[in-house]
């Protein structure tokens, strides 16, 4: 935090004072810490000891002990409150004062343990997995407690469709933000993301593959919430989920998304009869006693018989899922290759069709 602040604070004051970034860059290429104060001192007459502490040393979040009341009255039971604050971890005066945060391992760093070993060492408790290679990759997303973000949100049951279109508009955006990916499949609360065979995306780390899609999906879904639900308010955040895996061949990678099509419609025509027989007035555990060990068939005689429903008329996007691809714009003087999303059985004529989306680079 600090190298990475002072540099940055030296950096920016000498491009706000006319030098070029690549200047900047090369002015500060090698220098150490002093030369840094120095320059900022010199040149910008900043002591970069004034500077707040915050942007020098971080911010610290941590339960600490209260005692006193608001009123600054000592209290008879002890509280914890959750405390931000911007001190240096360098050192042991913080860990004197705070031995409860981590037991008896304080003992080791209020002795100053850490000052005599460095920290250096702790990069060696870095565990890069790295995705394998001639391999495609396979990112799948789902949100956790869906059906009580679904509750709090009133979704229609058993489909939302602007909740659908929603995760679908999330989709193209991650398309664009990520060039590797070259298929996605989505039903539900769930997306699942094909990257390309050969790419180096964070140089296939997992770790970072994870957090990436995870906080860029979380975010395009926030982002975008206002525009397909304007008169609702977002009152919680949502939560995604993020599993890896990797497929050697493309047809394996179409066998996946055709498992991942079948649950689509095996979980879609059972919430269908669910729904509709809780709507028609059975208690939901009595819905789950009437659709128990029923088979597909079964399920669409009951939606037919008794709410005359034909199960093959419900919107492909319920029964099907969406697929996000490439598509090559035909009009455009140039190539130019946008987002599609369309709702279609991914059987052998579709891919027979699409085959340049495992082809193209």
């Not at 040149?43 to 707040?52: A, I, K, L, S, T």
């Not at 909740?163 to 193209?172: D, E, Q, V």
Request: charged share 25%; proline share 4%.
């Amino acid at each position: 935090g600090h190298i990475n602040n002072q540099y940055n604070t030296c950096f920016w004051a000498l491009v706000k004072s006319g030098k070029t970034e690549k200047e900047a860059h090369q002015a500060l290429k090698g220098t150490s810490s002093k030369d840094k104060n120095k320059l900022l001192l010199q040149q910008f007459q900043v002591n970069y000891n004034d500077e707040p502490a915050m942007f020098r040393k971080g911010s610290t979040v941590y339960r600490d002990k209260v005692k006193t009341d608001d009123c600054g009255n000592p209290i008879k039971r002890t509280r914890e409150a959750i405390t931000v604050s911007n001190f240096d971890l360098i050192g042991p005066e913080f860990w004197e004062n705070h031995q409860y945060i981590l037991g008896e391992a304080s003992d080791y760093l209020c002795l100053g343990g850490k000052e005599k070993y460095g920290y250096e060492y702790v990069k060696k408790f870095d565990n890069i997995h790295r995705l394998p290679y001639s391999n495609w990759t396979i990112v799948r997303i789902s949100a956790c407690q869906f059906d009580q973000f679904s509750l709090i949100h009133s979704f229609d049951k058993p489909n939302d469709e602007t909740a659908l279109r929603l995760m679908n508009a999330c989709a193209s955006l991650m398309m664009e933000q990520f060039p590797d990916i070259i298929f996605g499949y989505g039903f539900d609360n769930e997306y699942s993301f094909v990257f390309q065979e050969k790419t180096e995306l964070y140089q296939r780390d997992e770790r970072l593959i994870i957090s990436s899609c995870s906080s860029c999906f979380t975010s395009f879904y926030m982002m975008k919430w206002k525009e397909y639900f304007p008169s609702k308010e977002l009152v919680q955040p949502p939560h995604f989920q993020v599993e890896v895996s990797c497929y050697p061949e493309p047809r394996i990678v179409c066998d996946y998304l055709s498992r991942r099509q079948s649950e689509c419609h095996n979980r879609n025509q059972y919430t269908t009869c669910f729904w509709m027989l809780v709507k028609s007035g059975e208690g939901e555990n009595k819905a789950k006693e009437i659709l128990k060990d029923t088979l597909p068939k079964d399920k669409n005689e009951l939606l037919f018989q008794r709410f005359q429903m034909n199960y093959n008329n419900e919107p492909a996007m319920f029964r099907k899922g969406s697929c996000a691809y490439r598509q090559k714009v035909e009009a455009s003087e140039d190539e130019r290759w946008d987002v599609a999303v369309a709702h279609v059985d991914m059987g052998p004529h579709f891919w027979a069709k699409h085959s340049y989306v495992f082809d193209r680079r």
